[in-house]
T-cell receptor, first 111, second 114 residues
Framework: QKEVEQDPGPLSVPEGAIVSLNCTYS??????FMWYRQYSRKGPELLMY????GNKEDGRFTAQVDKSSKYISLFIRDSQPSDSATYLC???????????FGTGTSLTVIP | NAGVMQNPRHLVRRRGQEARLRCSPM?????VYWYRQLPEEGLKFMVY????????ESGMPKERFSAEFPKEGPSILRIQQVVRGDSAAYFC????????????FGDGTRLSIL
């Protein structure tokens, strides 16, 4: 079983839709959770960074962590064509050295 | 992503040659991580370095691959005697200290093996 599971998609939505991206994980020791956005032929760009359970909002983006279910989500409101990219979840535990990444979900927002 | 600088952006090598990939971390960051990304796959951890020290190289193949982060200058990922299977995008990330600060990535080096 992989440490982090993420549906690769692709996901295609109309402009203005609410997008929900999700990851599940197996290691209950993970404490720090991140979402990255990666455009084609570019490096991952940090979008959201959360610690422990709960919600964090930044503009059109909301990150949600449910540690009891080992499940994290990223919601994008009022999606724009410029949101079309691959979204990667990542997580880390304090006793480890590695960040663990999901395989990424490809999102296309259609004008 | 401009803070973490990787060069070259594209590198073409013939089988058997050496590839050297460079990474300059963001200013103030002393922790560097290297990842490999293949199409349809996620980022695979290779190695974690601090200045002059390799902290964790558990993700790096035992042969042909090496990494360093000298006191002065960029971090180097070196691949000797490259093979076709080494073709991938290699990303470097940096953070100011371990873990409880997120990593920031460069735009990668795309290595192609002829």
């Amino acid at each position: 079983q992989k440490e982090v599971e993420q549906d690769p998609g692709p996901l295609s939505v109309p402009e203005g839709a609410i997008v929900s991206l999700n990851c599940t994980y197996s290691n209950s020791a993970f404490q720090y959770f991140m979402w990255y956005r990666q455009y084609s032929r570019k490096g991952p760009e940090l979008l959201m960074y959360t610690y422990s359970s709960g919600n964090k909002e930044d503009g059109r983006f909301t990150a949600q962590v449910d540690k009891s279910s080992k499940y994290i989500s990223l919601f994008i409101r009022d999606s724009q064509p410029s949101d079309s990219a691959t979204y990667l979840c990542a997580m880390w535990e304090r006793s480890g050295n590695q960040f663990y990444f999901g395989t990424g979900t490809s999102l296309t927002v259609i004008p | 992503n401009a803070g973490v600088m990787q060069n070259p952006r594209h590198l073409v090598r013939r089988r058997g040659q050496e590839a050297r990939l460079r990474c300059s971390p963001m200013k103030g960051h002393s922790h560097v991580y290297w990842y490999r990304q293949l199409p349809e796959e996620g980022l695979k951890f290779m190695v974690y370095l601090q200045k002059e020290n390799i902290i964790d190289e558990s993700g790096m193949p035992k042969e042909r691959f090496s990494a360093e982060f000298p006191k002065e200058g960029p971090s180097i990922l070196r691949i000797q005697q490259v093979v076709r299977g080494d073709s991938a995008a290699y990303f470097c990330a940096s953070s100011p200290w371990q873990g409880d600060q997120p990593q920031h990535f460069g735009d990668g080096t795309r290595l192609s093996i002829l």
